[in-house]
């Protein structure tokens, strides 16, 4: 079955980068794009951006361009997304979730949430 | 951006009703290809939001047939009948038929 286990929580210090992981499995990782989502507390869902593993090609959400970083490793069959000069502003949770047969998210990972503080 | 309008906010349902979730985007959803790529999530506390209908009205596998998709263009609904209290948590509807894909601001079902 489809698994995605993302990486443990995380708290870091303001300006600072973090680098969270989603391993996939259960499918062929390099054959499906694989998609970042953001919860901020008591907040919806944003879009980030997504990598195709299978040659590394991303988009971005406008809004994260310069903030998430996204690539894959396909001998590991995981997904990275780092975040950059990290503010109050990006404490949240951060999903992985891949792409079905069309452009919706057939099985997300349980989320990390990432906690920016001094 | 497309902005995704959900309506309630919450609503309050007995066991064995049936309710229904509006999302209306701010453009219409059919996509170059004449696929409309609206889907509804179901984000149940705790837990990571999960798939339940995709394109506009196919259920992901899985999912009970008690819950229905509708809707054409801009308009789409979400309707669940013999609402059960597994069923409670907070339903968003998504876009993916323009960059960014984006949610609705998301429905909090509540079993009275």
């Known amino acids: 079955q489809v698994q995605l286990q993302q990486s443990g929580t995380e708290l870091v210090k303001p300006a600072s980068s973090v680098k969270i992981s989603c391993k996939a499995s259960?499918?062929?990782?390099?054959?499906?794009?694989m998609h970042w989502i953001r919860q901020q507390p008591g907040n919806g869902l944003e879009w980030i951006g997504w990598i195709y593993p299978g040659n590394g090609n991303t988009k971005y959400n406008q809004k994260f361009d310069g903030k998430a970083t996204l690539t894959a490793d396909k001998s590991s069959s995981t997904a990275y997304m780092q975040l950059s000069s990290l503010t109050s502003e990006d404490s949240a949770v951060y999903f992985c979730?891949?792409?079905?047969?069309?452009?919706?998210?057939?099985?997300w990972g349980q989320g990390v949430m990432v906690t920016v503080s001094s | 951006d497309v902005v995704m309008t959900q309506t309630p906010v919450s609503l309050s349902v007995s066991l064995g009703g049936q309710v229904s979730i509006s999302c209306r985007s701010s453009q219409s959803l059919v996509h170059n290809n004449g696929n409309t790529y609206l889907s509804w999530y179901l984000q149940k506390p705790g837990q990571s939001p999960q798939l339940l209908i995709y394109k506009v009205s196919n259920r992901f596998s899985g999912i009970s047939d008690r819950f229905s998709g509708s809707g054409s263009g801009t308009d789409f609904t979400l309707k669940i009948s013999r609402v059960e209290p597994d069923d409670l948590g907070v339903y968003y509807c998504g876009q993916g038929t323009q960059y960014p894909f984006t949610f609705g601001s998301g429905t909090k079902l509540e079993i009275k």
């Open positions: 259960g499918y062929t990782f390099t054959s499906n794009y």
């Open positions: 979730a891949r792409r079905g047969g069309g452009y919706y998210f057939d099985y």
